[in-house]
């Protein structure tokens, strides 16, 4: 079973950037989309960026698209993202998240994805 955990979070003011990892135990077709969630309190988990792990394509929402990166390396078995000029609105505990390729593309439906790690928190103050 293909395990992830994450790492990074913290506590940031508005404007600021930080840098969430996740290891991911190795790679294979069961890990092959990876994406990173994040779910505020009371709210759904959402996703919010993805990326082919084969091919190296990515998918971002229109909430983070321009202001997050989500990368790899595969060398270190590693995914990446760097969250800039973050707002409150990021707030969330975010998630990394391993699945096979269910759709012709990654992308972040959660019900696609099969390996979650424990979550990591990020705080955004005004």
């Known amino acids: 079973e293909v395990q992830v955990e994450e790492s990074g979070g913290g506590s940031v003011q508005a404007g600021g950037s930080l840098r969430l990892s996740c290891v991911v135990s190795?790679?294979?077709?069961?890990?092959?989309?990876m994406a990173w969630f994040r779910q505020a309190p009371g709210a759904e988990r959402e996703g919010i960026a993805a990326?082919?792990?084969?091919?190296?394509?990515?998918f971002y929402v229109d909430s983070v698209k321009g202001r997050f990166t989500i990368s790899q390396d595969n060398a270190e078995k590693t995914l990446y993202l760097q969250m800039n000029s973050l707002i409150p609105d990021d707030t969330a505990m975010y998630y990394c998240?391993?699945?096979?390729?269910?759709?012709?593309?990654?992308?972040?439906?959660?019900?696609?994805?099969?390996?979650w790690g424990q979550g990591t928190q990020v705080t955004v103050s005004s």
């Open positions: 998240a391993a699945g096979p390729p269910i759709r012709q593309e990654c992308g972040v439906q959660r019900y696609d994805y099969f390996s």
């Open positions: 190795y790679y294979t077709y069961a890990s092959r989309c």
């Open positions: 990326i082919d792990t084969s091919g190296g394509d990515t």
